[in-house]
């Protein structure tokens, strides 16, 4: 986190309202109750509240330290065939990571002209140690519709298909309601960005009884604990909280939308984003300079030096005001 004043930080996906009050008064409650205990290593109510959310049951949740932890119990459970995991050329960095972490090879399936997933180019693999990719995608935003997502875990019985959903409550559409019929479909989701929670550390995988098992398995042979009991607790009340979440999400929703009329003003080419970030590049102006540009002036967003979207940036959706410093700090930079 960087220390310059006034800083319009629209660089890592964070949202930009605190989360709900409930959160901070639950965290409260469970500090007076006794930091002296081991937490509860099954975050049973946490599973509970999030299963009651998603209408599923509480053995299809397994939950973790930021949906990182999530990503990294799952990759050394489900992917390590001896045979390359598929994932989109462009996509979450991290996912690589974890993939040299454990040695699995990695093979990448080039989006199409206008930056979505082709789920036929990922089936034609069959012999794949499974699949990741996010919904919507990252760092580009476009979403997959979910007959899509269904059609490759039925082409691809016997293997994992990860679906990361870290940015999906601010448009697309969960594949949570398919884990009942695909017992192959393991999907993630993270309190960091829909629920303002990025500090608090938590994510959740939902899927089929036996991959929570698997991933169970996995998490007790590293860290019993991995939530504290001021996680469980604030996770717990931001869950329950609905109508804040929605009100926050439709809030993010509406900025991504106004932002996206005022980029596409400034002659910038902006993806269709369905995440709480937009994708934008300009036919006539460098991406990294761009970027240095608004950086001297105080407002931070995501450039990317990797092949394919190195003429792009990512920017976070801010609040009104952010929103309106980068579009006038933009609008100085293309004059
Ligand atoms: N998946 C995607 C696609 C992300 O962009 C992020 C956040 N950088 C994460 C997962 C991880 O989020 P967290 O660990 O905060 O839950």
């Given at each position: 986190q960087p220390r310059i004043p006034n800083l319009v930080k629209?660089?890592?996906?964070?949202?930009?309202y605190p989360p709900s009050p409930k959160v901070g008064q639950a965290i409260a409650r469970a500090a007076e109750a006794g930091l002296q205990k081991y937490p509860d290593p099954e975050s049973t109510a946490l599973r509970a509240a999030i299963a009651a959310h998603h209408q599923?049951?509480?053995?299809?949740i397994f939950v973790g330290n930021g949906s990182d932890e999530v990503l990294a119990h799952a990759f050394f459970a489900f992917?390590?065939?001896g045979t390359p995991l598929l994932m989109p050329d462009?996509?979450?960095?991290f996912y690589e990571v974890y993939a040299r972490l454990y040695g699995i090879d990695v093979t990448r399936v080039p989006l199409d002209a206008q930056y979505r997933i082709r789920v036929d180019d990922f089936a034609r693999?069959?012999?794949?140690?499974g699949v990741v990719m996010a919904?919507?995608?990252?760092?580009?935003?476009v979403a997959l519709p979910l007959d899509d997502i269904e059609r490759l875990v039925r082409l691809l019985p016997q293997r994992v298909v990860l679906v990361d959903?870290?940015?999906?409550?601010?448009g697309a559409e969960s594949a949570i309601g398919l884990i009942d019929r695909h017992p192959n479909l393991l999907v993630v989701h993270t309190l960091s960005k829909s629920r303002s929670l990025a500090g608090l550390r938590v994510g959740f995988a939902a899927g089929s009884r036996g991959l929570i098992a698997a991933l169970e398995r996995v998490k007790n042979s590293f860290n019993?604990?991995?939530?504290?009991s001021l996680a469980q607790a604030g996770a717990v009340a931001a869950i329950e909280d609905h109508a804040y979440f929605q009100q926050t999400c439709q809030a993010v929703i509406a900025s991504r939308e106004a932002l996206a009329r005022d980029l596409t003003a400034l002659g910038m080419e902006v993806l269709p984003s369905a995440a709480n970030f937009l994708f934008v590049r300009h036919a006539a102006h460098d991406a990294a300079s761009l970027a240095a540009g608004l950086r001297e002036r105080a407002v931070l967003v995501r450039h990317f030096r990797?092949?394919?979207?190195?003429?792009f940036l990512r920017i976070t959706v801010g609040t009104p005001v952010q929103c309106a410093a980068l579009v006038q700090a933009l609008r100085e930079l293309l004059q």
């Amino acid at each position: 986190q960087p220390r310059i004043p006034n800083l319009v930080k629209l660089n890592t996906n964070e949202n930009p309202y605190p989360p709900s009050p409930k959160v901070g008064q639950a965290i409260a409650r469970a500090a007076e109750a006794g930091l002296q205990k081991y937490p509860d290593p099954e975050s049973t109510a946490l599973r509970a509240a999030i299963a009651a959310h998603h209408q599923i049951a509480p053995e299809q949740i397994f939950v973790g330290n930021g949906s990182d932890e999530v990503l990294a119990h799952a990759f050394f459970a489900f992917f390590q065939h001896g045979t390359p995991l598929l994932m989109p050329d462009v996509t979450y960095s991290f996912y690589e990571v974890y993939a040299r972490l454990y040695g699995i090879d990695v093979t990448r399936v080039p989006l199409d002209a206008q930056y979505r997933i082709r789920v036929d180019d990922f089936a034609r693999h069959a012999d794949a140690a499974g699949v990741v990719m996010a919904n919507p995608n990252a760092p580009t935003g476009v979403a997959l519709p979910l007959d899509d997502i269904e059609r490759l875990v039925r082409l691809l019985p016997q293997r994992v298909v990860l679906v990361d959903e870290a940015y999906v409550d601010f448009g697309a559409e969960s594949a949570i309601g398919l884990i009942d019929r695909h017992p192959n479909l393991l999907v993630v989701h993270t309190l960091s960005k829909s629920r303002s929670l990025a500090g608090l550390r938590v994510g959740f995988a939902a899927g089929s009884r036996g991959l929570i098992a698997a991933l169970e398995r996995v998490k007790n042979s590293f860290n019993s604990y991995p939530l504290d009991s001021l996680a469980q607790a604030g996770a717990v009340a931001a869950i329950e909280d609905h109508a804040y979440f929605q009100q926050t999400c439709q809030a993010v929703i509406a900025s991504r939308e106004a932002l996206a009329r005022d980029l596409t003003a400034l002659g910038m080419e902006v993806l269709p984003s369905a995440a709480n970030f937009l994708f934008v590049r300009h036919a006539a102006h460098d991406a990294a300079s761009l970027a240095a540009g608004l950086r001297e002036r105080a407002v931070l967003v995501r450039h990317f030096r990797q092949p394919r979207v190195n003429q792009f940036l990512r920017i976070t959706v801010g609040t009104p005001v952010q929103c309106a410093a980068l579009v006038q700090a933009l609008r100085e930079l293309l004059q």
